[in-house]
């Protein structure tokens, strides 16, 4: 039986099922990244839901985990050199069980590097634009007077749609034919744009073609079904 003792977070959230992959998340854009990864993937792993709206994340143990104070990270009992290893980021993540599985990821370099600029493209801009469009319009930042940060982030929301429109024209999914974490990545900050932050109207997203429908052929996977909602909210 692996031994997590060395992880403060395992005193907070304690691991019933040690010898499996750890996963500490909530069923956001982020979160979801990972556990329809591992959904897809089959492989073991224990859940932990951290409660964000009560500042789990600012714990002593999580922080232990992740000094970042967000969701998601893991504990793999099987790491490199059958090591545990802790990583935080949600698109690490993605790349290091896509690595460590071989799959979700192409083989050939060209490919590969490819699928990853893509991933770069979901942490640089999609989420963090998308995200303050969820604040701006949903959240706190809907009572703010001065409506040019509402109106800057769903510009270039707008424009980044644009940008995975072009991309699919033509393609099943990011890469093509193969799914790959680019599109794990992507499909949950497009889902919670459209449907959470009740944005499909601000961003025009009726207009689309490509996108509406690489979404629907996402969302219709089983394991993207079963992702969307892991860790179980209380």
Same mark, same amino acid.
């Given at each position: ?90 698109? #690490?993540? /993605? ?7 071989? +799959?979700? =990821?192409?083989?050939?370099? !060209?490919? *590969? ?92 997203? #009726?207009? /689309? ?7 629907? +052929?996402? =969302?219709?996977?089983?394991? !993207?079904? *079963? ?8």
């Amino acid at each position: 039986m692996s031994d997590l003792s060395a992880f403060p977070i395992t005193t907070r959230w304690p691991a019933q099922q040690p010898d499996r992959l750890q996963l500490y998340s909530l069923p956001t854009p982020n979160g979801v990244k990972v556990s329809i990864m591992l959904e897809e993937l089959g492989l073991p792993y224990e859940p932990h839901m951290i409660d964000i709206g009560r500042n789990e994340t600012w714990t002593p143990e999580f922080l232990a985990l992740n000094p970042n104070g967000k969701i998601p990270a893991i504990i793999d009992p099987d790491g490199p050199g059958e090591q545990p290893i802790a990583l935080f980021e949600s698109g #690490a993540i /993605l790349l290091y069980l896509a690595e460590k599985t071989g +799959r979700f =990821l192409p083989a050939d370099p !060209v490919l *590969r590097y490819e699928t990853i600029q893509w991933v770069f493209f979901q942490m640089a801009a999609v989420g963090p634009m998308f995200g303050q469009v969820g604040f701006f319009h949903k959240f706190a930042g809907r009572d703010y007077e001065d409506k040019r940060p509402l109106e800057r982030y769903v510009a270039e929301s707008k424009r980044l749609l644009g940008v995975l429109e072009t991309r699919l024209a033509g393609r099943t999914w990011i890469m093509g034919e193969a799914y790959t974490i680019a599109d794990i990545s992507l499909l949950g900050w497009v889902r919670n744009l459209i449907g959470f932050y009740d944005a499909g109207d601000l961003v025009d997203f #009726a207009s /689309l073609v490509q996108v509406p429908a690489w979404l629907e +052929r996402g =969302l219709a996977r089983p394991a !993207v079904q *079963r992702g969307l909602s892991i860790p179980l909210r209380p």
